[in-house]
């Protein structure tokens, strides 16, 4: 509909933040699940894999096993202190993107009716 690239990094962004959502709330189902091992992504590595083109970016970010999270003697490794962290600062994240594209069509929505005869 639209081709602008931050729209689509942004929506890439709002799609991360959602998978890690779920990652997130998939390890607090299982943390009393003996051998469950915490799975996430890592924002960081996608972005830098991303680069400049993050219009590019793939919508399914690699999810991974949390290494070096200290495990209880059933093999778990959930804390529920790391994941309460982790949610909050997901949802900060997607808040923020939101904000962006609220912003963004706003300026477009700005642009289209400067340009239109009165």
Request: hydrophobic share 40%; glycine share 6%.
């Amino acid at each position: 509909m639209i081709d602008d690239p931050a729209i689509t990094a942004l929506s890439h962004f709002l799609d991360w933040n959602v998978l890690r959502s779920e990652l997130v709330m998939s390890n607090l189902a299982n943390i009393d699940t003996p051998g469950y091992r915490t799975r996430d992504i890592d924002f960081r590595q996608q972005l830098e894999q991303a680069g400049s083109n993050l219009e590019y970016a793939s919508l399914t970010p690699a999810v991974r096993q949390v290494q070096g999270l200290i495990g209880r003697p059933d093999g778990n490794n959930v804390s529920l202190e790391r994941e309460g962290l982790l949610l909050a600062d997901t949802q900060l994240r997607f808040n923020a993107a939101v904000q962006l594209l609220r912003d963004r069509f706003k300026m477009l929505s700005s642009a289209i009716h400067e340009g239109s005869p009165s």
